[in-house]
């Protein structure tokens, strides 16, 4: 009977070994103040959208990801260049070349609080998937 329940754990155990294994995690995490709400990619193209959560307007922003080889700036399809407090926007890298496979690569975002006009830079992690 023991024998049977310890190959029973033993068998759901590397069945979660197997599982982790396989699956590729995609992510794209920052720091509280922005909120990276979607985002997806494919060879030519990363999109994500961005919300500003930090509780002030943000000015001058710029967003790039920057993987082990490149750094690919993403524009604000809105080209304003602004996150007003709560304000959603979408921001695209655009005419990539990317590798299909996981793509690990650190995502930044660089812009001026508008209350204070200091520059200020949030630094975050974005994982995708390219097919």
Do not use: W
């Given at each position: 009977m023991k024998k049977i329940i310890f190959t029973c754990v033993l068998?759901?155990?590397l069945a979660g070994?197997?599982?982790?294994?396989?699956?590729?995690?995609?992510?794209?995490?920052?720091?509280?103040?922005?909120?990276?709400?979607?985002?997806s990619g494919s060879k030519s193209a990363i999109t994500m959208i961005l919300q500003n959560s930090a509780g002030f307007d943000m000015e001058e922003v710029s967003v790039h990801v920057t993987t082990t080889t490149a750094k690919y700036e993403c524009n604000d399809i809105a080209g304003d260049a602004i996150l007003k407090d709560g304000e959603k926007d979408t921001f695209t890298c655009?005419?990539?070349?990317?590798?299909?496979?996981?793509?690990?690569?650190?995502?930044?975002i660089d812009y001026?609080?508008?209350?204070?006009?200091l520059?200020?830079?949030k630094s975050g992690e974005l994982n995708l998937e390219i097919s």
């Amino acid at each position: 009977m023991k024998k049977i329940i310890f190959t029973c754990v033993l068998l759901i155990l590397l069945a979660g070994c197997v599982t982790t294994i396989n699956t590729r995690p995609e992510k794209c995490i920052l720091p509280p103040g922005v909120d990276c709400l979607e985002f997806s990619g494919s060879k030519s193209a990363i999109t994500m959208i961005l919300q500003n959560s930090a509780g002030f307007d943000m000015e001058e922003v710029s967003v790039h990801v920057t993987t082990t080889t490149a750094k690919y700036e993403c524009n604000d399809i809105a080209g304003d260049a602004i996150l007003k407090d709560g304000e959603k926007d979408t921001f695209t890298c655009a005419g990539l070349n990317l590798s299909e496979g996981l793509m690990k690569s650190i995502l930044d975002i660089d812009y001026t609080n508008a209350q204070t006009i200091l520059a200020h830079r949030k630094s975050g992690e974005l994982n995708l998937e390219i097919s």
